[in-house]
């Protein structure tokens, strides 16, 4: 059974940073392609970031490029979320996805259901 295990957000302040990491078990790590989405409160949940498999190509929202970074360590079997210079609208509960059939490229076009694996998320909080 897999699971995706994110770590746990928390309250920053405007201009803040954070970093969540996501923890899998039970997934050919190396074989799927990573991501963040996040939804904020009474909106629909949207894409973040992603990874490739080798973790040579990326893809990010464009409200969140030069702020984030995503990365993997496959040994780890891991992924992360470094955000920087948080803003108040960044505010959201973060998933972390997986999907064996995609691309880096493609994984924010993914209808929801047709992602492989979902974490259960973690609120990231962002004080103005």
């Known amino acids: 059974q897999v699971q995706l295990v994110e770590s746990e957000g928390g309250l920053v302040q405007a201009g803040g940073s954070l970093r969540l990491s996501c923890a899998a078990f039970?997934?050919?790590?190396?074989?799927?392609?990573m991501g963040w989405f996040r939804q904020a409160p009474g909106k629909e949940r949207e894409f973040v970031a992603a990874l490739s498999r080798g973790g040579a190509q990326t893809n990010y929202a464009d409200s969140v490029k030069g702020r984030f970074t995503i990365s993997r360590d496959n040994a780890k079997n891991s992924v992360y979320l470094q955000m920087n210079s948080l803003r108040p609208d960044d505010t959201a509960v973060y998933y972390c996805?997986?999907?064996?059939?995609?691309?880096?490229?493609?994984?924010?076009?993914?209808?929801?259901?047709?992602?492989?694996?979902w974490g259960k998320g973690t609120l990231v909080t962002v004080s103005s």
């Open positions: 996805a997986a999907d064996y059939a995609t691309s880096a490229q493609n994984m924010g076009r993914l209808a929801f259901k047709d992602v492989d694996y």
């Open positions: 039970g997934l050919t790590f190396s074989s799927a392609v």
